[in-house]
């Protein structure tokens, strides 16, 4: 691998410049025309700082520990199961926040929770301020217990929540579904549809939020039908929903709890010569990369944005380990977004 040296004499610099120009904390203590160049030769050359120096040299470890929820790791209770598309949705989750790091020369050391109770058990033996700078928690649960662990050792730490949590006392980070669920039903208004259904689970925190979400726009716009709310918990429900409704369907679009819902209603209404978007329009909730591309249902859907969530949560971390863990407690929302495709 080129040296530092070997940079700083291909640029005509001292190293002492180059170190600075690879230093985020000392780069503006050279010009922006050399610090482009060198880092443009760094970049060429594939240079990576020697983590050992920089860690001795700053006092921190360069590394940090990401603990993922259960549901990654998890086999579905009943197969098919509307939760299988859930590791798909973190792996983008896990690629943001490890493509962010490594531009910030930081390893991420991944621990999945292998159990769904008993989280303080698992983490709390493995906080230790010698061997990380700072803990990303993906929708676990912050216990008071675990939280004073976290202070004690002066480890910052950021949460990935499903939605906004006011019981939990730190930084968090979340997708504002409103925003693009809201621009999914406008989107429906203004194509004529009049009878708008939505089908969720009617269990899970995201099936309450979304359904509480479709509920607040059309009594708004008086449009709202409790009849044209449908709840099935598993894959053989909804096939015998569909089944069972009588067509010409009852509804003109239909607004899906995540995109796994939206697939199978997809697939089954063409089998059964239901025309989509046609007949019936049909948007997805998650952007799940498993359902786009040839050969697949293509789905209209709200985009979660979970690499994104990903890199922000890394890059909220990383401001909290410059500024110190009793950092201001910050609540960050991205907004989600309607994708059109080729269901709605």
Known sequence: MISLKTIAQECGVSAMTVSRALDENKRNQISAETRKKILEVAEKNNYRSNKAACSLRDRKTYNIMLFTSFRMFSVPIAVPDFDAHFGCLVGDFLRGVISTAHEHNYDVKLEPLLRQDDNDEYILPLLDKRLTDGVIFQRIPISQKLKSRLQAQNIPFVREAGAPNIEYDCTEIYVDKQSGFYEAFEYLCKKNHRKIAYIGDGISDNAVENLQ????????????????????????????????????????????????????????????????????????????????????????????????????????????????????????????????????
């Open 213 to 344: 979400i479709f509920s607040n726009f059309f009594k708004l716009k008086k449009q709202y039908d409790p009849k044209l709310i449908y709840t099935v918990k598993n894959f053989f429900e909804l096939q015998d929903l569909l089944n069972g409704l009588s067509y010409p369907s009852p509804f003109s679009a239909l607004v899906c709890q995540n995109d796994c819902y939206a697939d199978f209603v997809v697939r089954t209404l063409r089998k059964k010569g239901i025309r989509v978007p046609a007949d019936v329009a049909v948007i997805g909730f998650d952007n799940n990369p498993a359902f786009v591309g040839e050969g697949r249902s293509n789905l209209t859907t709200i985009d979660n944005f979970w690499k994104e969530k990903g890199e922000e949560c890394f890059n909220m971390l990383y401001e909290i380990i410059k500024r110190g863990a009793n950092s201001r407690i910050c609540k960050k929302s991205i907004p989600s977004k309607l994708i059109l495709r080729e269901t709605a």
